[in-house]
């Protein structure tokens, strides 16, 4: 099956760093990720969707400049936290697509847990 | 944009027993819609999938239903076990491919 990794699964920072998460797609080629977050007990939060090649699109809400996003291959989508706040304290998770228009779906990295001080 | 709702919350059953989580979605264009679980610190797992073209679907204890025209699709387990308590989600797919999740059902099943 589809293999996502996401490196790396957990990360403690000071306020004020930048902090880069990678997400991988091991035995395919994803055109498409997607970034969420997850607060304790609550549900995914669609973040941002990354193509290869082009600009990362973002949900009404989020800052762009806050968090960067760069899918610079078909493997490979990055997430840098810049300029991090305890507020930004989170479980990240990326999601790549597989599949065509209609038999596509999506697998799941296995998250990366940020804890800013 | 689209926007989903799920029910319940939490759910507990005896191990044995059915259980049935509910998902409606507001987005009459949406044509996927997966369910996952999630334990917890882990990533969710997709565990059955629907299309709008079927409206039912089966996978061993597991089966989904769609109904297209109330916009509503239902997650349905039997025999469970204690290995089935997670966090479930539902989630439907507009049309750039954004899945957009239920708030989650907290399942427990008791032995």
């Known amino acids: 099956g589809a293999v996502v990794s996401q490196h790396p699964s957990r990360v403690i920072c000071k306020s004020g760093t930048s902090v880069k998460i990678e997400c991988r797609s091991l035995d395919f080629q994803a055109t498409t990720m997607f970034w969420y977050r997850q607060f304790p007990k609550q549900s995914l939060m669609l973040m941002a969707t990354?193509?290869?090649?082009?600009?990362?699109?973002?949900e009404q809400g989020v800052e762009k400049d806050k968090f960067l996003i760069n899918h610079a291959s078909l493997t490979l989508s990055t997430l840098t936290v810049t300029s991090a706040h305890p507020e930004d304290s989170s479980f990240y998770i990326c999601?790549?697509?597989?599949?065509?228009?209609?038999?596509?779906?999506?697998?799941f990295g296995p998250g990366t847990r940020l804890t800013v001080l | 944009g689209e926007n989903v709702e799920q029910h319940p919350s939490t759910l507990s059953v005896q191990e044995g027993d059915s259980a049935v989580i509910k998902c409606t979605y507001s987005d009459s264009a949406s044509n996927y819609f997966p369910w996952y679980k999630q334990e917890l610190g882990k990533r969710p797992q997709l565990i059955i999938d629907i299309r709008s073209n079927v409206g039912e679907k089966k996978d061993q204890r597991i089966a989904v239903t769609l109904n297209k025209t109330a916009k509503h699709f239902s997650l349905h387990i039997t025999e469970t076990q204690p290995e089935d308590s997670a966090v479930y989600f539902c989630a439907a797919r507009d049309s750039s491919y954004k899945l957009i999740f239920g708030s989650g059902t907290r399942l427990l099943v008791r032995p």
């Open positions: 990354s193509n290869e090649g082009s600009k990362a699109t973002y």
């Open positions: 999601s790549a697509r597989v599949g065509g228009a209609l038999t596509d779906t999506q697998y």
